[in-house]
């Protein structure tokens, strides 16, 4: 079977078990013999390479343009200061200071285009890192890491799923929310794989997740997580929706307590290893042999 | 005194170690700051006084009736927000960072900004007090600014219904919306739990923590669940002077109080998390 | 400053498990302190300039970066350069009257009196006194049984792992002195 | 010397803002002619960034201290280059008329 996919991992609320699905699956695919990637797209705390031994192949190093000031051209008139939406150019025209506040900076080249004494140029300036880990011959995880106090993580994001590229089977574990990383993620993936908890909170979190999905036009299913605690409230609404259920993790102390020492639950448990195998085949079977549109 | 609930990585308990708080007190206000997720009104259901809209930053549109699809704003674009779609310039809007670059270079003028308005801030009543929770609409960044604004409200809900004690149930993460809950409060309580990213986590949120020079206080949730993990995280917290103000057991009670709707100070009061959660309340408040 | 070119060290020989045990966690500004010193090899008042730091910060930070790589050498532990100040404050001072917290712009003129309440009672922060006032109590490290809590203070040349907690008969642990890390 | 004071509203009775870069109000206050002003901070609303910006418009009145709440991670060092002192009073009780007696010591 060949066919490349990329599918989304993602949840409303974090810790509904997002991370313990994309590894598992990963490890599946692995096992299974499938060229796959996993691309850690939870740039704020990355940790899917706690589950997994892996050769750093590849680093890159996620640049942005920060400008510099020339402060012996700079005439002082403000424009550039006027220009800057994120209030990152501080400027005392009385005492002639100006400098770039480089926290605050988006570098969208705006006080560049606004300077006509030639007095900004540009420099590189590192947002993070997208480290590239090879696990084993057919597979490998890429990693966005942001640096602590980076604005955003979107630009990381987009170039770790870059990075990916398009040849395999791609999983990518995405960042918790609806905000902005979520849909930079989500938005590549031919199918998303939403994971969820069966409590009010999973409940009113997957409702959001499903509302912007369906803006988007994606096709997804649900997991629940800890099936067994918790309420029956999102069954009725999954049937309600009629949104498939792709899979019941059960809630098992072991499987917590595996999780929690960095070990793939599969491994040790072949009823769930079995579950796994037959909600992947019929995910590939229906949406793997359809050609990526990006 | 304001005390915020934190967590480097989600699903660690915050939420339903916030809702403990809030219950421990015959009153006080409570904010939720998890403006990305916010789940506490579910448990708490307030009643709806006060609804304020949030603006939180521009986006740019295109007036086609002016637009010459000359292109020149996807040049200049560095976000790759500007795109040519069948020969038609058009903006896409979860990529546009609002920096209004498009609208001062567009030649013919027809690039505007408009204003993000689809984010809201709530305030009421709650059966142990006031509380004050913010939506952010899908797809809008989170910048810290909603953070300030339910904040903001909930302080001065403290002032004009007398109550001492503000519980903030803070964003997970580490990015912006973190500092911004954090920001000037008396005391932090990070939760965190025994696994491999629970700690790695903590140790990011702890490096965030430092720079503020906070009262810092550490909840170990679910210890039972990795005792060797536990030891490593206390410590670690040890070795950087870091108090631990409690270690929960897994409690699937907790769980039980939550499709209840109820804290777990009003479901099962007498539980390992009860009085676990009391006897850090008042520790952390004692100092 | 200078940011590290490298993350970290690891150490290397048949002891050297990946996991085995935590890693030493080396601050940006200690790193900074032991470049400036023992790299371009600047004097101690030099170095403190360049990080716009005092003196004594400095040879606090300096003595820390020591005290973490020896630990590091000894016990065969990677060493991690993250975290930390990347930038350095001025120096701050309370004022015992009003109750603020203020700092000295100008490094050059001492600090006298409360800029609000212009009170002269006011104490610089811990880093100032606690090292050069009292050597007595100088920051020695102590030892922590991590059963019962109960601390000692260290001796130095014995390493914690050798003294037995006396309720709990368990071998202690280092901890760093909390006067001397808050700064 | 002017003094700049953070301020919740526009009057001698209103407190001190906690918050520096989002406060409602500032005082400038000049210890020589102890004449004062209110400036309405412009940055409130500011999606990011009021702190630097909050600077910039105290630090072109040149104010030479600010008395405040608190100080924010960006802030700090701007203030520091400045050579502007930092004044971090965390009463929010206290009110402006209250500081400026303080300030005439």
Same mark, same amino acid.
């Given at each position: 079977m060949t066919g490349n996919i990329k599918i989304a991992i993602a949840s409303g609320k974090g810790g509904t078990g997002k991370t313990l699905v994309s590894t598992n699956l990963f490890y599946l695919l692995q096992q299974q013999g499938y060229v796959v990637t996993l691309v850690d797209c939870d740039a704020e705390e990355p940790n899917a390479m706690v589950f997994f031994d892996g050769k750093v192949e590849k680093t890159n190093d996620i640049k942005q343009k920060i400008p510099v000031i020339d402060a012996s051209k700079c005439t002082f008139c403000g424009k550039c200061h006027e220009y800057c939406n994120y209030n990152a150019i501080f400027l005392l025209p009385e005492s002639e200071i100006i400098s770039v506040i480089e926290d605050l900076c988006h570098g969208c080249g705006a006080c560049s285009v606004a300077c006509n004494a030639g007095a900004i140029s540009?420099?590189?300036?590192?947002?993070?890192?997208?480290?590239?880990?090879?696990?084993?011959?057919?597979?490998?995880?890429?990693?966005?890491?942001?640096?602590?106090?980076?604005?955003?993580?979107?630009?990381?994001?987009?170039?770790?799923?870059?990075?990916?590229?398009?040849?395999?089977?791609?999983?990518?574990?995405?960042?918790?929310?609806?905000?902005?990383?979520?849909?930079?993620?989500?938005?590549?993936?031919?199918?998303v794989i939403l994971v969820t908890e069966p409590t009010p909170f999973g409940l009113s979190d997957l409702k959001q997740s499903v509302n912007t999905l369906k803006t988007m036009s994606k096709s997804y299913g649900v997991i629940i997580n800890r099936a067994g605690l918790g309420d029956k409230a999102i069954y009725s609404y999954l049937q309600q929706e009629s949104i498939p259920l792709l899979l019941e993790i059960p809630f098992d102390k072991t499987i917590a307590s595996a999780y929690s020492r960095g070990k793939i639950v599969l491994e040790h448990n072949p009823q769930l290893l079995q579950s796994f195998a037959t909600m992947l085949t019929a995910i590939l079977e229906k949406y793997g042999n359809r050609h990526n549109q990006r | 005194m304001e005390i915020a609930i934190i967590s480097g990585k989600g699903g660690t308990g915050k939420s339903s170690i916030s809702a403990a708080f809030a219950t421990l007190k015959e009153r006080v206000v409570l904010a939720d700051c998890d403006v990305d997720a916010a789940n506490l009104y579910l448990l708490f259901n307030p009643t709806h006084e006060e609804?304020?809209?949030?603006?939180?930053?521009?986006? =740019?549109?295109?007036?086609?009736?002016?637009?010459?699809?000359?292109?020149?704003?996807?040049?200049?674009?560095?976000?790759? =927000?500007?795109?040519?779609? @069948?020969?038609?310039?058009?903006?896409?809007?979860?990529?546009?960072?609002?920096? *209004?670059?498009? @609208?001062?270079?567009?030649?013919?003028? =027809?690039?505007?900004?408009?204003?993000?308005?689809?984010?809201?801030?709530?305030?009421?009543?709650?059966?142990?007090?006031?509380?004050?929770?913010?939506?952010?609409?899908?797809?809008?960044?989170?910048?810290? *600014?909603?953070?300030?604004?339910?904040?903001? *409200?909930?302080?001065?809900? =403290? *002032? @004009?219904?007398?109550l001492d004690t503000i519980i903030i149930d803070g964003p997970p993460g580490i990015g912006c919306p973190v500092i911004s809950s954090i920001t000037g409060v008396d005391h932090v309580v990070i939760v965190t739990e025994p696994s491999l990213s629970g700690i790695h986590d903590l140790k990011r949120t702890i490096e965030i923590t430092s720079k503020f020079n906070l009262k810092t206080w550490i909840i170990i949730n679910k210890h039972d669940l990795n005792p060797e993990m536990t030891n490593q995280i206390e410590s670690y917290c040890n070795g950087i002077n870091l108090k631990i103000a409690a270690k929960l057991l897994f409690d699937p009670q907790v769980v039980e109080a939550m499709v209840q709707c109820k804290s777990a100070i009003e479901h099962v009061p007498i539980s390992d998390f009860s009085t676990g959660i009391q006897a850090a309340f008042t520790q952390i408040t004692s100092e | 400053m200078n940011p590290p070119i490298i993350k970290g060290f690891k150490p290397y020989g048949p002891e050297t498990g990946k996991h085995k045990i935590e890693l030493v966690n080396l601050l940006y500004e200690e790193y900074e302190a032991l470049r400036l010193s023992d790299y371009d090899m600047l004097n101690h008042h030099q170095a403190s300039i360049k990080m716009a730091v005092s003196r004594p910060t400095f040879t606090r930070i300096y003595a820390s970066a020591l005290q973490k790589i020896a630990k590091a050498f000894v016990e065969g532990r990677q060493i991690s350069i993250e975290g930390g100040k990347v930038y350095f404050d001025s120096d701050w001072y309370y004022c015992n009257d009003c109750g603020c917290h203020f700092n000295n712009p100008e490094k050059e003129k001492s600090t006298k009196d409360c800029p609000l309440c212009g009170s002269n009672k006011i104490t610089a922060f811990a880093s100032e006194n606690s090292m050069e006032n009292n050597p007595d109590n100088l920051c020695g490290d102590l030892c922590i049984c991590l059963n019962c809590g109960l601390e000692q203070k260290h001796q130095s040349g014995i390493p914690c792992s050798q003294e037995i907690c006396p309720k709990c008969n368990i071998s202690m642990k280092r901890k760093r002195n909390l006067n001397c890390i808050n700064s | 010397?002017?003094? !700049?004071?953070?301020?919740?509203?526009?009057?001698?009775?209103?407190?001190?803002?906690?918050? +520096?870069?989002?406060?409602?109000?500032?005082?400038?206050?000049?210890?020589?002619?102890? !004449? +004062?002003? +209110? $400036?309405?901070?412009?940055? $409130?609303?500011?999606?990011?960034? !009021?702190?630097? !910006?909050?600077?910039?418009?105290?630090?072109?009145?040149?104010?030479?201290k600010i008395i405040s709440g608190e100080f924010g991670m960006k802030v700090k060092p701007i203030l520091d280059s400045l050579k502007i002192q930092m004044v971090v009073l965390k009463d929010p009780e206290k009110q402006i008329k209250d500081i400026i007696e303080m300030l005439k010591h």
């Open positions: 540009e420099k590189d300036v590192s947002l993070g890192i997208v480290t590239s880990f090879r696990v084993s011959e057919k597979s490998k995880i890429i990693e966005a890491r942001m640096k602590v106090g980076v604005y955003s993580p979107v630009s990381i994001i987009k170039e770790a799923n870059k990075e990916a590229g398009n040849h395999g089977i791609i999983i990518m574990d995405s960042p918790p929310g609806t905000s902005c990383p979520f849909i930079q993620t989500v938005s590549t993936a031919d199918y | 609804e304020q809209i949030y603006i939180g930053g521009q986006k =740019a549109t295109i007036d086609y009736s002016i637009c010459t699809n000359c292109g020149l704003c996807i040049d200049y674009c560095r976000f790759g =927000a500007i795109d040519l779609l @069948s020969e038609k310039v058009v903006i896409i809007d979860t990529s546009c960072d609002g920096c *209004k670059l498009c @609208s001062r270079i567009c030649p013919e003028e =027809a690039i505007t900004m408009i204003d993000n308005d689809k984010s809201r801030m709530f305030a009421g009543t709650f059966r142990n007090g006031k509380m004050t929770y913010g939506r952010l609409a899908p797809g809008e960044e989170n910048s810290g *600014k909603l953070v300030n604004l339910v904040r903001d *409200k909930a302080l001065q809900l =403290a *002032k @004009s219904e007398n | - | 010397m002017k003094v !700049a004071i953070t301020s919740t509203g526009n009057t001698l009775e209103s407190n001190l803002d906690q918050r +520096f870069g989002r406060c409602a109000y500032f005082v400038v206050y000049d210890t020589d002619t102890k !004449a +004062f002003e +209110f $400036i309405p901070n412009p940055n $409130i609303d500011a999606e990011q960034g !009021a702190g630097p !910006a909050s600077v910039n418009l105290v630090a072109s009145r040149d104010v030479q």
